[in-house]
C-alpha cells in the first residue's frame, strides 16, 4: 500500500460543546497502521456524524477519496497497541499521551482516521 495515513486529534474543551481539531499527525508505514487497525477490529468504521469543522474541512479538500475511515478513542489506542509490534508503539503512545494532555481523563478527545492512495 502507497499513499498516507492520516490521523487527527479532535478535543471537546466543553463537554456539551462541539468538537475541535487540535493537531494532525501523518505515519510513516500506513499498511502496517492499516493492519494493526484491522487486527483490533476498529478498522472502516465511519466517522462520526459530529466531526469538527476544520475536520469536515481537511477530507473534503483531500486530493484522494478517504478510504478506511474510523475514529479512535484512548482506551482503542490500548487495544490497537495490542496487535502492534512493539517498534510501532511510539506513535501509538505519542497519540495516547497527547490526547490525556488535552484531557486527563481521554473521555472528550479522539482520533480520526483515515487512508488515502497518494
Not at 472502516?44 to 459530529?50: C, L, M, N, Q, S
Not at 495516547?96 to 479522539?110: N, V
Amino acid at each position: 500500500m502507497t499513499g498516507q495515513a492520516l490521523v487527527l486529534c479532535e478535543h471537546r474543551p466543553d463537554p456539551q460543546g462541539a468538537w475541535e481539531l487540535t493537531a494532525r499527525f501523518l505515519h510513516a508505514d500506513p499498511a502496517a497502521l492499516l493492519d494493526q487497525l484491522e487486527r483490533a477490529g476498529v478498522a472502516g468504521r465511519a466517522h462520526p456524524d459530529d466531526l469538527s469543522l476544520q475536520s469536515r474541512s481537511e477530507l473534503l479538500f483531500q486530493d484522494d477519496d478517504a478510504r478506511h475511515p474510523t475514529t479512535l478513542t484512548v482506551t482503542e489506542i490500548h487495544d490497537v497497541q495490542a496487535h502492534a509490534p512493539p517498534e510501532e508503539w511510539g506513535n501509538l503512545h505519542a497519540w495516547a499521551a497527547f490526547m490525556y494532555a488535552l484531557d486527563p481523563t481521554g473521555e472528550h478527545t479522539r482520533l480520526i482516521v483515515w487512508f488515502t492512495d497518494h
